[in-house]
């Protein structure tokens, strides 16, 4: 453009030189006044406000936009109509924004506190579980112990009652020794007195060492020694043998003294015997009692234990369950507070922007209505054209 005008210049100073000095003039005042205007133009805070409009994406295409009106010498009113719709509308996802803001922030706010809720129910659920629990296993201890205790006493009164029976046998069976030995002493005694008797009868009749009386004695003490060598009166023929037949009369009253003892004998063992056995019986029956109840305890004790250690992994269960519920809720918890929380800054972070851009807006619509001159400067200046 420079080039030109100096060439026109040249051109007109030698052909019309007083012409040429007078237009040459008029054209480097024209350029001064367009070169101050533009200066006063581009030092108008307006200007800055555009620069930085400029840097901006959607600054950048409104004032694309409004170089495309002003090259194509178009009214700008299509461009603020289109500025007001755009401003319009940002306004109106703001508001839709906020409402949804609102409604999403109750929404959060409802689940956080169901959150909330379910960690507090649930670590009241494990404190109780797990305190119930202990008590069951306190509880399933003192009923092993109590069941154990109670086997051991089982156990020994079996003892005793095997080692009194023991007892009661052998002692019966020594009773048993013990009377048929005597037994058999008396019915000696019972086979051996008569035999004497006869011979007593028979040395009373006849005089001492006559040979009727002789052979009546001896008669009788063969017929003593055919009983048998095994029973005890052998010993007592053969000590009768050497007696004198006057002797004999004293003997048979010792030998029926003996025997009438040793019956006596035999019915004292006899009473000894039976009470033996009702004692030990007595004691039996007791021993017996005694185990039975503590068969019965036992079997009581066992059923409670069986119930306890029901109850104790109900409660394990239901500490299981809320451990579980606990982890469920407090990981639902932190992931629900990071979306709310992410979306909130989504929400900050947009409002920033609609508000930025709304306002770059309003400075548009602010600058064409005043300073339409310096939006052209500006245009032209950046070659938005």
């Given amino acids: ?18 012409v040429c000095k007078k237009h040459y003039n008029d054209e480097e005042h024209s350029a001064f006044e367009k070169s101050h205007k533009k200066l006063s133009l581009q030092d108008d805070p307006s200007y800055s406000k555009l620069e930085e409009i400029q840097d901006h994406p ?48 109750s929404q959060c706010k409802k689940d956080l506190q169901n959150y909330s809720q379910r960690i507090s129910l649930s670590i009241n659920e494990i404190k109780d579980a797990e305190f119930k ?14 069941i154990n205790e109670k086997a051991r006493q089982i156990k020994v009164f079996q003892a005793k009652d095997d080692t009194l029976r023991d007892i009661r046998r ?12 005597m037994k058999e002493m008396v019915q000696a005694f019972e086979v051996i007195l008569p035999k004497l008797h006869q011979v007593w009868d028979v040395a009373a009749q006849h005089k001492a060492g006559s040979f009727i009386e002789e052979e009546a004695i001896n008669e009788a ?4 020694a055919k009983i048998g060598e095994e029973n005890p009166i052998t010993a007592m ?30 019915k004292a063992e006899e009473e000894a015997e039976a009470k033996n056995a009702r004692d030990t019986d007595t004691i039996l029956a007791a021993v017996f009692n005694a185990m039975e109840s503590l068969t019965r305890e036992k079997s009581s004790d066992e059923e409670a234990l069986q119930e306890t250690i ?33 979306y909130e800054l989504q929400y900050q972070q947009n409002t920033i922007e609609r508000d930025k851009q709304i306002a770059i807006i309003k400075d548009v619509q602010n600058i064409i209505a005043t300073k339409i001159e310096v939006v052209t400067c500006f245009v032209e200046e950046n070659n938005l054209f």
């Fill in 133 to 146: 629990a202990k008590r069951l296993n306190e509880a399933i201890a003192v009923y092993q112990a109590e």
């Fill in 221 to 224: 003490l063969v017929q003593l």
């Fill in 170 to 181: 052998q002692d019966n069976l020594d009773f048993s020794t013990r009377t048929t030995q």
């Fill in 310 to 342: 029901r109850n104790r992994d109900i409660q394990d269960k239901r500490s299981r369950d809320a451990h579980a519920e606990f982890n469920a809720a407090k990981n639902g918890n932190q992931q629900r507070n990071q979306q709310c929380q992410e």
């Fill in 237 to 266: 023929v053969a000590l009768t043998s050497t007696l004198e037949p006057t002797a004999v009369q004293t003997l048979i009253e010792k030998m029926e003294a003996i025997r009438d003892s040793i019956k006596e004998s035999i």
């Fill in 1 to 18: 453009m420079k080039t030109l005008v100096t060439i026109a210049i040249v051109f007109c100073l030698l052909s019309h030189p007083v």
């Fill in 58 to 105: 959607l600054g950048s295409k409104i004032l694309q936009t409004i170089a495309l009106q002003l090259r194509g010498n178009e009214s700008l009113s299509a461009v603020s109509k289109l500025l007001n719709d755009l401003k319009g509308d940002l306004e109106g996802k703001q508001i839709d924004a906020d409402n949804e803001r609102a409604q999403i922030g």
